[in-house]
T-cell receptor
Framework: DAMVIQNPRYQVTQFGKPVTLSCSQT?????MYWYQQKSSQAPKLLFH???????NEADTPDNFQSRRPNTSFCFLDIRSPGLGDAAMYLC??????????FGPGTRLTVT | AQSVSQHNHHVILSEAASLELGCNYS??????LFWYVQYPGQHLQLLLK??????LVKGIKGFEAEFIKSKFSFNLRKPSVQWSDTAEYFC????????????FGDGTTLTVKP
């Protein structure tokens, strides 16, 4: 089945230790998104790729970076995780402005 | 920038009760509207969507939503809920033709008591 896959599902990292989360899709969608979701809050858009074009949200900290080497893969890099970065990170894809298809998320714990 | 407001943070209903979850948005232009659902232990998935045409849209599992442009609202309804509808529900707005500007509401947790 076509889907959005996120690895790992659970990630524990130490304060200040870089971490990379990955997302892959078999839907061949041109848009890929990264969201941060904290408990009982709305998913917060960090950035998205429209094809190869990277679009950063104005309030996304510089600590968060992303790479999209090809249509299928997208990575979220957190350069120096702080305790406040502990959250669920969601990857999603869409065809232009249509509905989004979400992966299962990666729960990041920072110790 | 657009914003989305969901009126109820937590709703508790008994089975067979009717459901209406409120969603209001603010944006000056044309929008695409969505309701997503997250069942316990599962990922977010689309419940229904509105792009244009008939303002009353039907989704999966007997859900429907009505877009009222004059009220900037897109309320979710179901005539008779089931225990399996227990989940978190998110309303989302995307300006038409602008894929990256999706905004989600804070979500409503629905608990259905058997």
């Amino acid at each position: 089945d076509a889907m959005v896959i996120q690895n790992p599902r659970y990630q524990v990292t130490q304060f200040g230790k870089p971490v990379t989360l990955s997302c892959s899709q078999t839907l061949n969608h041109n848009v890929m998104y990264w969201y941060q979701q904290k408990s009982s809050q709305a998913p917060k858009l960090l950035f998205h790729y429209y094809d190869k074009d990277f679009n950063n949200e104005a309030d996304t900290p510089d600590n968060f970076q992303s790479r999209r080497p090809n249509t299928s893969f997208c990575f979220l890099d957190i350069r120096s995780p702080g305790l406040g970065d502990a959250a669920m990170y969601l990857c999603a894809t869409s065809k232009t402005s249509y509905e989004q298809y979400f992966g299962p998320g990666t729960r990041l714990t920072v110790t | 920038a657009q914003s989305v407001s969901q009126h109820n943070h937590h709703v508790i209903l008994s089975e067979a009760a009717s459901l209406e979850l409120g969603c209001n948005y603010s944006y000056g232009g044309t929008v695409n509207l969505f309701w997503y659902v997250q069942y316990p232990g599962q990922h977010l998935q689309l419940l229904l969507k509105y792009f244009s045409g008939d303002p009353l849209v039907k989704g999966i599992k007997g859900f429907e939503a009505e877009f009222i442009k004059s009220k900037f609202s897109f309320n979710l309804r179901k005539p008779s809920v089931q225990w399996s509808d227990t989940a978190e529900y998110f309303c989302a707005v995307t300006p038409s033709g602008n894929a990256g500007k999706s905004t989600f509401g804070d979500g409503t947790t629905l608990t259905v008591k058997p």
